[in-house]
């Protein structure tokens, strides 16, 4: 029965994909969050973020911020763009459940994920995080910090950097209650310190920047395409789980992020593959096909962007 119940939450959430739109401004108006946490399978929730850029409208909540009610407290993966989402969010969880937070999981040193740890560690939280994403947040926090203030103005406030109190180098287990917790660094991904986590008795993965649909993925400077590919073959694909909730987008299933992540990946570096044995250049590059993915949210903003930074990556391959 459990089975069959989860089957269904899961199919209703993925029928919900159609509805992603970065034109709307807000769904949940009533909160700083951008819509309300949803039930993804018994005990796992999340809040989806917006499928469009950080806004003061959207309060930069446009990553997902989900938590795991456990028997014997609950964990958080991603403290939000501020401090004001982590305390919306704690709000949520405090009408779900009388358990208390005892665990705040960043996926990455990204602003999305761990700008609301100062409001965590208010609470006396312990923050576990990769230790490459604690590397990220000492290094380039303060930068991140004062560009959210610029676009959330006196929703900002309040908001300090934090880093990890927990680091890790390739697993950790955050097993609570009745619940096993894998969080895992399966490898290199879409930015320093990514990591997933993995419920096995549940075949659900939490699984941060390393998948995305309904928006187009960014790749940053950093970004080494052939190996974010060779991790999701090798180590993301194998845990063969059921239920994806990706970093950004809906609750899903693996083949859907893997069309929207993996596969662009690869069709992407293909179409500047075969303008590199051309002879194109740099300018040329930006303009290659990426019309099978036109629909997908935020492709106006990145789409070039990402197709330059292939070609500067390929390259030196």
Known sequence: MIHKTCTALAASLIALTAQASEDIADQYPQSPLYSKPVEVIPGIWSAIGATAPPT?????????LSFIVTGDGV???????????????????????????????????????MLGNSYWAAQGVPILAHVDAAH????????????????NRDKAE?????????????????????????????????????????LPEKGLVIAGDMAFHERMLPIFPDTITRDWIETWDTA??????????????????????????RDYLVYLREKIGAHLDEGGDLAEAYYVDQSPYVGLDTFEELATKNAGRVYEEMEFE
């Open 236 to 261: 993301f694909e194998t845990l063969g789980a059921t239920y994806v909730i990706p970093g950004h987008g809906h609750p899903t299933n693996m083949d859907q992020v893997r069309r929207y992540t």
């Open 136 to 151: 990220e947040v000492k290094e380039t926090g303060h930068r991140i910090l004062e560009g959210m203030k610029g676009y």
């Open 56 to 64: 003061y409208e959207n309060t930069g909540h446009n990553n997902n």
């Open 75 to 113: 964990v958080v993966v991603n403290a939000g763009a501020a401090a004001v989402l982590a305390e919306a969010l704690h709000q949520e969880i405090q009408a779900v459940t009388d358990q208390p937070v005892k665990l705040v999981i960043n996926e990455n040193g990204q602003g999305h994920a």
């Open 158 to 198: 309040g908001t300090e950097i934090q880093g990890p109190t927990i680091t890790f180098e390739d697993r950790y287990d955050a097993s609570m209650g009745d619940v096993t917790i894998e969080v895992l660094h399966l490898g290199p991904a879409h930015s320093p310190g990514d990591i997933q986590v993995w």
